[in-house]
């Protein structure tokens, strides 16, 4: 993949942790996870949220009562 091996990415690995810190790169792994979660969801059209429908709000309903 891209022509990286284990050195190359130990190198990029140690690159990381020298600008960001040791103590960043937990909050960093789970603002990484966080945006590939909704960039997926996005893709699918998956909002994750369902609409309610009122009752009170349907005319029909309010003659019966």
């Known amino acids: 993949m891209f022509g990286l091996g284990m050195p190359e990415l130990i190198v990029i690995l140690v690159i990381i942790v020298i600008v960001f810190g040791a103590g960043k790169l937990p909050e960093l ?25 009122d009752d009170s709000a349907d005319p029909a309903k309010k003659d019966e009562a």
């Open 29 to 53: 792994g789970a603002g990484l996870g966080k945006g590939i979660k909704n960039f997926k969801e996005a893709t699918r059209g998956d909002d994750g949220e369902t609409k309610k429908i």
